[in-house]
């Protein structure tokens, strides 16, 4: 190996080492990047017209929801809050058994206050209801004047509406955000329909029980003795028994003086 080739080795080989790190370091194959994150999953909503349509007899409840649009009201609160909403479903027979005061009479705007009366704007599972009622009076969807007052026993929740009063029979759907409870009655508000409750039906008189007064013993001689299988009483046994009594002493008289005159 000639001068000029061992020169041009350490030449190379002084270079090699007078290089910085980083610049070795280049050289270095990149990491492989890191993958991107999974999209959220979209949201499921639950649709309130079927699940009202299929989930039981709530057709009345349902058509007056869809004629006042509450319907979507109810909807929205129910895809975009996050507090969720808790709806009461009067079935179709607690509203064929309203009959006063019923729902004819009203506006449009009352019958739609009425709707929202039906409902909470916050999700309800039916454990929430025991710290629920003792929170009484709460206000419904349809603003502060609109109340319910809720009761919990052992799992039984009644509601009370001033005009109404019912329980909870059923949960017809109960996961967040979304609670849908049967009810028997409908509610009533009394923001609407005022405080003058009608009273409840008075009772029915009960009979007359009590016993007739005894009438007084005035039979005569002939009526007791023409009773078949009737013992006389003893006022008339007295008064037989004085009449027999003055006929003897008549005819023991009557005999003393016909012997004397003898």
């Known amino acids: 190996m000639g001068k000029g080739t061992v020169f041009c080795l350490v030449v190379a080989l002084a270079l090699l080492l007078l290089l910085p790190h980083n610049a070795l370091a280049q050289t270095a194959a990149p990491p492989a990047p890191t993958p991107a994150p999974a999209p959220a999953p979209a949201p499921v909503y639950v649709n309130l017209t079927d699940l009202l349509s299929v989930a039981g007899p709530f057709h009345t409840f349902l058509g007056y929801l869809q004629s006042t649009n509450v319907i979507a009201t109810f909807q929205n609160q129910a895809n975009n809050s996050r507090d969720g909403i808790t709806i009461f479903a009067p ?63 052992f799992g039984l929740v009644r509601i009370s509406s001033g005009w109404t009063n019912t329980k909870i029979t059923s949960s017809v759907h109960a ?21 003058n409750i009608p009273p ?18 005035t039979k005569s001689n002939s009526t007791i003795s023409s009773t078949t299988g009737s013992k006389p009483s ?29």
């Open 234 to 262: 003893a006022a008339a046994t007295l008064t037989v028994a004085s009449s027999r009594g003055i006929s003897i002493a008549l005819i023991a008289a009557v005999l003393c003086t016909f012997v004397a005159l003898v």
């Open 91 to 153: 079935s179709d027979d607690a509203f064929s058994s309203l009959t006063s005061p019923s729902l004819s009479n009203l506006t449009q705007d009352q019958l739609r206050s009425v709707c929202l009366f039906h409902a909470l704007p916050k999700y309800y599972s039916l454990a929430d209801f025991k710290s629920l009622s003792q929170s009484s009076p709460v206000a419904t969807y349809a603003g502060g004047q609109y109340t319910l007052n809720f009761t919990y026993t």
């Open 175 to 195: 996961t967040d955000p979304v609670a849908i409870y049967e009810l028997d009655r409908v509610l009533l508000p009394e923001a609407i329909y005022g405080t």
């Open 200 to 217: 409840a039906a008075a009772p029915a008189p009960s009979p007359n029980t009590t016993p007739a007064a005894d009438a007084p013993a």
